[in-house]
């Protein structure tokens, strides 16, 4: 089947703007997770969902940050009052149980948001 | 805390021959896994080698293979006979579970060059 895709791939957001950036996981996948790249970093971890259960959100940097995955499929990563530090990649990845399982974390092609 | 080192911000080699990209990290458990992650211009993520902390044998894929030092907390991997489509970003990542959540942590990355 398809692999993990992200919407949009591309976004760029005035200083204030609230965005929301999509993560479609592997189908079947009961763990997703988002992480945040600064350019010239690696991927930093902001939080886990197993199924609709956010079970980990110590990764978000401010409460400006928001996630949720309702029907424990799609998941939305938003951003409220977005700010020129928010500018990074958004990556999405999902997995197929739980950490438990210790399976292999499969990445979409990331979402590049930049403030102005 | 978790941490990985990558030392090496740059690396370059030569089509047909061998490179190795190094890796430490910094963990007080005993049963952990590791990972190398490649991740092309495109920036899509593509696991490339995964190795369990348990196990003394170096995990091998094709050209891919790792040498991992468990008492001094190393984990290089090494590519033969290196290919143009090598060419990427390499990040080597530990995996943390804990409290019903796991996420990766990585490292900075190598660019890794490959010339013809």
């Known amino acids: 089947g398809a692999g993990v895709s992200q919407s949009p791939r591309y976004k760029v957001a005035k200083r204030g703007q609230d965005v929301a950036l999509r993560c479609d996981p592997i189908s079947g996948h009961v763990s997703l997770f988002w992480y945040q790249q600064a350019l010239g970093q690696g991927p930093e971890f902001l939080t886990y969902?197993?199924?609709?259960?956010?079970?980990?959100k110590s990764g978000l940097p401010s409460d400006r940050f928001f996630a949720e995955r309702p029907e424990g499929s799609v998941s939305t990563l938003k951003i409220q009052r977005t700010q020129q530090e928010d500018s990074a990649v958004y990556l999405c990845a999902s997995s197929l149980r739980g950490p438990t399982w210790r399976e292999t974390q499969y990445f979409g092609p990331g979402t590049r948001l930049l403030v102005l | 805390a978790q941490t990985v080192t990558q030392s090496q911000p740059e690396m370059s080699v030569q089509e047909a021959e061998t490179v190795t990209l190094s890796c430490t990290y910094d963990?007080?458990?005993?049963?952990?896994?590791l990972f190398w992650y490649k991740q092309p211009p495109s920036r899509q993520m593509i696991l490339v080698i995964r190795q369990e902390a348990y196990k003394q044998q170096n995990a091998t894929e094709n050209r891919f293979s790792v040498n991992f030092q468990k008492a001094a907390k190393s984990f290089s991997l090494k590519i033969s006979d290196s290919q143009l489509g090598d060419a990427a970003m390499y990040f080597c990542?530990?995996?943390?579970?804990?409290?019903?959540?796991?996420?990766?942590?990585f490292g900075k990355g190598t660019k890794l060059t490959v010339n013809p």
């Open positions: 969902f197993q199924n609709e259960a956010q079970l980990d």
């Open positions: 990542a530990y995996r943390i579970t804990q409290g019903g959540s796991e996420k990766l942590v």
């Open positions: 963990t007080s458990e005993s049963d952990y896994y």
